[in-house]
């Protein structure tokens, strides 16, 4: 599936909405309109009051920390799998970005829906956890739990942006594939280069993505000049921001915008991301077009892409539904 080229967007700056609202199952013409203009015109923005308690951040940020400064060969026990879920190497390389073969300066942890392993589902599969840290496990449940809520809202909020009624993407996410990250950046010591940066520029595959984000700077996003504008940690406030599969269904009227990550602080960077993938049989193409003509499912669209995002997981290829 050719993903529809991203209209050159001109702003300056990051929308902030509160979101209360729609957490509490309404709704309001201005909310509508302010994520229907942050979805168009940048494709990234702030919500407030996302219904995440603190302390389910905190915890999991603490339990983040004591994980990630373990001894290398420690964390490599558990080495992601090609069901995308364990530990992700510091410096992988990756396929995508302005170069072939650019690296990451990051390391990450994965899990998503604890289901069984099938060879007929190649994405999904069991979790699996570490000894170390005890409380890591559940820590990360806990805000998956709290953090899926927020994704359920905001995907209605999205389906009446797009004038689809509240239900209107209901289809689309029934058994989704989302998955949650934990992302370390240490301190960014080399050139700024595509070659070595905390993460290369990008556009995220999924539906959507939230992110929670330590204090300070690093995350990017690029504008139509081509100026990287940047998006700080903003207190009690999550960054949430459109993927491909969100673009594709909407032909570009939603953006999915380009960004990256340099840490340049000094210290090491800490962050959550939640990336909300559909259920693995929703087809990936124009909404307006998926009645008349059949699209690829998602489980094909996202195995495709994550081979060759991320090759150390040794994703094989796909093989049918």
Known sequence: MA?????????????QIDVGVLLAGDSTDGLIDALESACTDVGFFYVHNHGVAPELISELREQAS????QPMADKMKLAITPQ???YLPLDYSSYEGEERAAKSH?????VGYDRPLSSERAMEGPNVWPDYPPGLKTAMLNYFEAVERLSVALQRGFAMALGLGETGLDAHFIDPMSLLKLNHYPPQDAPESVKH???????????????????GE???IENKNGEWIGAPSIPDTFVINIGNVMQIW????????????????????????FFVNPGRDAPIG????????????????????????????QIPEYTGP
């Open 66 to 69: 004591l994980y990630f400064n």
């Open 218 to 220: 690093g995350l990017e």
């Open 106 to 110: 990051q390391e990450g942890f994965w």
């Open 250 to 273: 909407t032909d570009g009227r939603f953006s999915s915008t380009p960004h990256r990550v340099i840490n340049r602080g000094g210290r090491d960077r800490y962050s959550i991301p």
């Open 3 to 15: 993903i529809p080229l991203s209209r050159r967007l001109d702003f300056s700056e990051i929308p």
């Open 286 to 313: 124009p909404l307006e077009n998926q009645a008349a003509e059949p699209a690829e499912p998602f489980s094909k669209y996202i195995q495709e892409r994550l081979r060759r995002t991320f090759p150390v997981a």
């Open 84 to 86: 995308m879920r364990g």
């Open 197 to 215: 940066i905390g993460v290369v520029p990008h556009s995220d595959s999924g539906a959507f993505t939230i992110l929670w984000q330590d204090d």
